[in-house]
């Protein structure tokens, strides 16, 4: 999940969301990824009063790879790794789970 800086706009979201589909096409052992935006719902504003500390984010992605070995082998890609570096300054919070 990833939350971007309040002053990201559409355009470089669009942008973010090509490069993570292009990052994928190429990721050898990737058995499927989704990713899309939040969409904000009614519930939304309930959550947030029950509890305020809750983060959205803005973006997710879900990367399902065939075993341990691919997603290491993914993690350290030169390409992922220059992904990564491009969109630091845009990134505010990024939250990883790694499970098998």
């Known amino acids: 999940m990833v939350e ?3 002053d990201i706009d559409a355009n470089e979201v669009e ?3 090509a490069g993570i589909h292009e990052l994928a096409a190429r ?3 990737l058995i499927r990824m989704t990713c899309g935006e939040h ?3 009614e519930g939304d504003v309930a959550l947030n009063e029950c509890a305020p500390s809750v983060v959205y984010g803005n973006f997710l992605s879900v990367w399902e790879f ?3 070995a691919a997603l290491n082998e993914f993690l350290v890609d030169p390409v992922h790794r220059e992904l990564a ?3 630091q300054a845009a990134v505010k919070s990024r939250y990883v789970i790694n499970m098998e």
Request: proline letters at 11%.
């Open 4 to 6: 971007f800086h309040p």
């Open 15 to 17: 942008s973010f969301k």
């Open 27 to 29: 990721a050898p052992g």
């Open 39 to 41: 969409s904000a719902t």
């Open 66 to 68: 065939r075993d341990r």
């Open 85 to 87: 570096s491009r969109w």
